[in-house]
Each structure stands twice: as structure tokens, then as C-alpha cells.
């Protein structure tokens, strides 16, 4: 037989029937869906007069709209109000499991699908938002779709779709102190470039991502989609299989020994041929930041901006324009420069061993007096867990106030924004111009590096910090 | 349901040439409460379009008379970041038929596909080309036929073939619908949940 990718492997056998010179009808396990871009493909099932084909499979939550203080109070905005009750009308119309707002198990899609056992190895999962690449972490095929995809998978729970190419990204060797998983991601990111994956599905390896936990290797598969990557995966092992056994249930799942003799066999050949590969040295990876618009434009933090774009002599129009919005200049050293926002979250950074690196730092220490936090649980589970392990408690006694979950000032689509013109180091993953509010200035970071902007008020190196190995989780 | 069919395009051109243009810059996220996929035309590119006082940013090129047409014009990697197809409708809504780059971001060329917008990949070279010509004038035209799959400088005859799925392709010239496709395969879905779903 063929020696096949991990990917090959799940994608060969989700395949309903392959269009000649098409794309592939790909079945779908787990459909998660949002307010936001949910509403127009659940019109569309209305105009067509049919029903949603599985609604079992399909979930839903409101994260993307909703506010982080005062979540039983009606929501202000009275578009988002409108946007987050459609989605309850509809889930309740065709017969979808919601975790809206209020309900304990509420927060961001992509933290809530694998705390409540969705997320599994071997499936398919879609969503209609591009960090669905996430849950590639447990070895699944998972990734972002268009609104015209959501309502063809709650048509037919199958999506046309034209086979990626696949890439293999090996990180080897030990990483420094003080350097995350968000930081392997920004690294490879700044190598390849916002478009270096484009058109290719992404399996990580190497010993330094089998090292990683559960939750650091979502932020990897987080990221992918950052790098053009259609998606981002990693081979399921022990490290995967002691998470889903730890969850107090599977939904849908029978038999959970079964189950893992299967997921044990979810590999890639050893022969097996991907259409790219590259490696990288763990160990030259260091604390990164970003320093313009979009994630590819990242650096060590104690580098500085380089002259021109990446591999061109030349500095282009759209470098200076990016720059330029960012009020820095090339060459200029970032450490030092005064921050006004810190926030940590996100489906990137907004698990529970995020807000334990966070901690890990502030401990005993104070927030800057210029800094404006925005610390939000990714989940009301996190949000439960960091009461339950005294995080808020240190949270607070350092001058951090806790909101409640959400997706927040990753987009800013409710009241969560950055004012114009402000720098906010942000543990999310897109630093766009306007991303978290119209004229904000985003720099991109791990939980540790924007814990130690938030005490210091200025951008620092955490490494400065760790004068011993400290317990920062990778 | 049939869908508006894609025919042949004869136009002059919108220029944009910056790279890396992402989604949240075609349309930002505080416009993405409507539940409906009318009217985000009107927040195309909305905050280079207007300054932050809310007055129109002369400079940008949408608010420039001299530049019209049914085609964008950008730079590589146009359509990066997230999956919102609001960005299509939006451009669409305003007016554009195609969109032309050197690259574009996976899932903003399905969500194209998928709403009657023809995503366009030419050489870096012409799309240099393209951009001057446009810049110094603004009358010049192209034909698009897809066809032929064929994208022509009119004025100078410069032509390329563009790729484009055989399936997507039928599916444009026809206003085929996917949804109506999948449901047709109804028993075939049945048949592999049957054998091969992994959960319930």
C-alpha cells in the first residue's frame, strides 16, 4: 500500500465521492458554529424550504459579539443583541446544542469545543472563522470556511472542497527559558510569511512539539491559518490521549478504549512524501514580538525592525505603509517603548495554562500605572478554574481586574477596543491595522512577554525576568 | 437555487497595490452584526475609505472619480486572515465582478467562488505592469473571459490563461448552485455515515 500522510490518512477516508476534476465531497464530523457568521447560511436554509441535515453534530456558541462585563444584563448594542438572539432562535428552531451567553459552559468555539470532548483525533471539524485550525491540535483535519460553507454542512453535513497540499514542519531540539509555544509559532510565521503555507495543510512535528502540552500546541494550530495554512495538525500521542481521558465525557463517543486503538494508529508513514518540508532549531527561538500589520512581521524581542521586507533588498511601499501606521521606523529596537494596553485571551492564548504563565509573572508584583488590562478567560470554564487555583485572586492583588469570556479586543467587535493610535500588547493573533479598534496598534506576543509589558508599562524581555527556571508552561 | 451566471467581462480597473490585504481592512469586524448579506458595500475598505473623522479620505482610491470599473486590482496575498465571506459580499455589493492578484488567501478564493466573484491569479510581472498602466491610465481596459479562461490588457494585447477549478468553473458559467449539487448525493452521504462515521 502507499505509504500516506497523517493528513492523507483522514482526509482519504472522509471522502463521500471524489468529482473528476472537482473538488471532493468531504464529510464532516463536528460542525462548531457562531452568531457571527452563522445567520445568513441559516437564511439560506429558510429560502431552500429544508432542514438542517444532522443537528446533532453541529454546536453552536456566542463568543465573537458579546460583552465581557455584565453578561446577564441585555447586551447594549442593539445589532449585537439582534446577531447573538438570531443565533438562539435558530439553534433552537433546528434543534442545535447552543452554549450561549449565561450558560456554564459558554466561551470562545475553539477553547469550549475540546474542553467538552468535541474535539477528537481522526475527525473532521469545520467552523465558519478561520482559527478552527486549532483542533488540528489533537489531530484532527479541522479548518476555517465562508458562510456559503456553513449552510452547505447544515444542508448536508458534507463540503466541497479541493484536496490541499501537505507540508511537514519539524521543530527540534530544546527550547530556551522563557520561549512558548506562541513564540515557536511567531518564529516559524516570521520565517515563511503570512502567505508561506498557502494552499497546504501543516503537520507539526518534531521533539519540540510532542514536548508541548495540550493547550500550547492549540496555540501552534491556532496560528496556522496566520502562515496561509489551510490548517495545522499534530500526530496524536500519549500527551493527547491523557487530555480526553481526563474530560469528564465524549460526547457521541461509544466505546473510549476502542476509540484509542484507533487514534494510536493516526500517524504519518515514515515514508510518507509531503509536498514541502522544512526544519527548525528550537533552540534559536526566542521570546518574539511583532512590529507591524499583519503576523509574519514579528521578531525576537530584542531584535530590531529590519531594514526592508523579509528576502528583498528593497524596503516596499506596503513595508513603509505598515510601519508607518505603527509610528516605528526600520532598525528601531523595540524594548523600552511604552505600551498603553495589555490584553490577554483569545482562542490563541485564552486557556487556563495562559493565565497560569500570566500569573507566574505579576505574583507579588504591581500593573503599571499607564497600562489599561483587559485579562479575559477564554471559556467560563477557565474563568471557573482561575477562581478555583487563586489566579484571580492574584489577578487582583497585582491591579488586574478579570472580565468574563469572550472573544474581546482580539477583533473588538463590542465594547473591548484599543482608542487610536494606542499600542496594546495583545496575546491574540492578528496585529491588522484596526483589528482591535479602529487605529489601534497591535503587537503581538506570548502570555509571558505581556505580562511583563503589563508590570513594567514598556516593552520587555520575560527572560529578564526568570532569573532561575521558573514553572512557565510551554 | 440558480445563481447569477458569469459572463464575459470587458472593463477598466480599480487599482490597489498594496500586498498582504487582509480581510478586516476589506471589511472591519464592527461591521459584522447584520444578519442579512445586503448592504457591506457600503463599509468596503471602510477605514482607508473614510478618515477617522468621518469625512472621505481623498486619497484613497475608491473615493478617486478617475478610477472605476467592475475589476479590483491588488497586490499579492490579497483576502489573508479571517474567513468572514462578508469581505466578498462587500465587494461584490460595491460593485466588482472580479478581483485580480498575483495570490490569494485560501479561503477568501472559495468564498469568491462561492458568490459569483472571479478570482483572477496573474504573473507578478503583468500585475506590475497592470498596476502602472492603470496609474498613468486610468481608461485601460481588459477582457475577461472565462470560457476561454483568458485575462487580456486590451490595449496591449498582453493575455494570460488563468486557472480555475473545471468544477467551479461549470459552476459560474452555468449559476450552478453546490447546494443543490450535494443535495442530489443525499443517499450516497447516508450510505458512508452508515459505514464510515466515526461519531454520532
Redesign the interface.
Known sequence: MKSKTLFDKIWD??V??S?E???D?L?I??HYIHE??S??AF??LK??G?PV?RP??TIATAD??IPTKDQHLPIK?L??R??VE?LTENCSKYGIELFGLNNPKNGIIHVIAPELGYT?P??TIVC???HTSTHGAFGAIAF??????V??VL????I???K?KKMKIAVNGKLQKGVTSKDIIMYIISEIS??GA??YFVEFCGSAITSLSMEARMTICNMS??M?A?GGLISPDETTFDYLRKLSSIP???DFESALNQWKTLKSDPDAVFDRELEFDAALIKPMITYGT?P?MAMAVDASIPLSDQKSSEA???FI?SLDYMGFKPGMKLLGHPIDYVFIGSCTNGRIEDFRAFAEIIKGRKKASNVTALIVPGSKMVEAQMISEGLVEIYNNAGFEVRQPGCSSC???NEDKVP?GKYAVSTSN?N????QG??SRTLLASPATAAVAAITGKISDPREFMSQEINIKK | MPKVKFDILVTTCVPLPFENVDTDQIIPARFLSATSREGFGDNLFRDWRYKKTGEKNDDFVLNNPKFTGKVLVAGKNFGSGSSREHAVWAIFDYGFRAVVSSFFADIFMANSLNNGLLPIVIPEELLKKLLAMIEKNPATKVNIDLEKQTFTIIATGDSVKFGINPYKKECLLKGLDDIDFLLSMKDLIIDYESTKSLVK
Open positions: 477516508g472522509h463521500v465521492r468529482i476534476d472537482g473538488p465531497v464529510y464530523d463536528r457571527v457568521t445567520p445568513q437564511n439560506g429560502e431552500r429544508i441535515f446533532g453534530k465573537h459579539n448594542d445589532l449585537s439582534n446577531q438570531k477528537l481522526g475527525i465558519g472563522d478561520s476555517g470556511i465562508g458562510t456559503s460553507e449552510e452547505m444542508a448536508t453535513q458534507c466541497l472542497q479541493p490541499p503570512t502567505g498557502t494552499g491559518i496566520e496561509g489551510r457521541g463517543l461509544v499583519n509574519g516596499s511601499s506596503s505603509k477583533l473588538a467587535m487610536p492578528r491588522f491595522e484596526g483589528r479602529p487605529g
